[in-house]
Structure formats: C-alpha cells, structure tokens
C-alpha cells in the first residue's frame, strides 16, 4: 500500500513512517524539514500549499494526517479542506486528533468527560479546530477514520495494535 504521511517529521509522523516502514507500506512522506535518514519518497512542503500537497498525492492509497494543532494557523482543518478539493478519489484518509474532541455517540465516562472538560479549558483553541475539522469531515465525502487517542507519548507501545 502507498501511505501518505502528513507530519511525518513530528513526533507522532516520525513514529507512524518507522511501523509503516516496519510494515513494508510504500510510505511518501511530507513534512516542512527533510527527515534524516529516511529512504523513501520526501516532500518538502507544507500541506495547506495546493501544489505540495498535489504532488505528494500522486498515486497514494491511504493518507495519514499526523498534525498538530496550535490553536493559531488552523493547519489542521485547513489541510483536510485542501484534501476534500483535491478530491482524494477513493483514497482513505486516516487523522490523529484527541480525545477531548466529541462525537455525538460518545459515551464517555465521569473522568473521560473531566478530562475532555480540562483538556477543553487548556487547550480549547486547538481542540475547537480538530472539533471542526471532524464537524467537517462529518458532512464531506472523504472515506475517513478520525482516531481519539487519550493520550500519546515518547515511548514504546505497551500492548499491540495493528496497522492494516
């Protein structure tokens, strides 16, 4: 499979291009720095450019958004825009958001909801643009999966997971 990475020199980029690697996944990785060492396809860009994000497309059957919201710039939502007119044709679009961002089905425990409500109070301008971002997501016709995880962290995985 041809994986597009989007971040792919963050920490959560860099960590998702090694296990796609891992997995023999042809991975096309983007990023604003060239990543050292890395032997596959790079694309020096940023993906709210058109033209950046067009190239690195080329040919890909899945695309990984590993971006960080700073609350300021938007990168976030305005990158999945981008996508969304590029029209990914059938490709599947994958993004890391978090857990405080809110789904309508959620069922979210006392300590989730406390959690969600901290991270909201902290941080509310970087999860208000992810909840945007999966607000629109919500109403496009991208085939996307927007994983929640509560928490990531610079160490090695504690129990296993698969990446298909």
Same mark, same amino acid.
């Given at each position: 499979?041809?994986?597009?990475?989007?971040g792919?020199?963050?920490?959560?980029?860099?960590?998702?291009?090694?296990?796609?690697?891992?997995?023999?996944?042809?991975?096309?990785?983007?990023?604003?720095?060239?990543?050292?060492?890395?032997? #596959?396809?790079?694309?020096?860009?940023?993906? /709210?450019?058109?033209?950046?994000?067009?190239? %690195? *497309?080329? @040919?890909?059957?899945? !695309?990984?958004?590993?971006?960080?919201s700073? #609350?300021?710039?938007?990168?976030?939502?305005? /990158?999945?825009?981008?996508?969304?007119?590029? %029209? *990914?044709? @059938?490709?599947?679009? !994958?993004?890391?958001?978090?857990?405080a961002?809110?789904?309508?089905?959620?069922?979210?425990?006392?300590?989730?909801?406390?959690?969600?409500?901290m991270?909201?109070?902290?941080?509310?301008?970087?999860?208000?643009?992810?909840?945007?971002?999966?607000?629109?997501?919500?109403?496009?016709?991208?085939?996307?999966?927007?994983?929640?995880?509560?928490?990531?962290?610079?160490?090695?995985?504690?129990?296993?997971?698969?990446?298909?």
């Open positions: 499979m041809k994986v597009l990475i989007i792919a020199n963050g920490r959560t980029g860099r960590l998702v291009v090694e296990e796609a690697q891992k997995l023999g996944h042809e991975v096309v990785a983007m990023a604003r720095r060239p990543i050292d060492g890395f032997d #596959g396809k790079m694309v020096v860009g940023t993906p /709210t450019s058109r033209d950046d994000l067009v190239s %690195a *497309l080329d @040919g890909v059957d899945t !695309v990984i958004g590993c971006l960080a700073n #609350g300021v710039d938007q990168i976030c939502l305005q /990158t999945t825009k981008l996508l969304h007119d590029c %029209a *990914l044709n @059938g490709s599947r679009y !994958v993004l890391i958001g978090g857990a961002v809110n789904v309508e089905a959620d069922q979210k425990g006392f300590m989730d909801h406390f959690a969600s409500s991270t909201r109070l902290f941080a509310g301008k970087m999860v208000a643009e992810r909840q945007a971002e999966l607000d629109f997501l919500q109403k496009s016709h991208l085939n996307y999966t927007f994983l929640r995880p509560p928490q990531l962290v610079d160490k090695p995985a504690r129990e296993a997971f698969a990446f298909t």
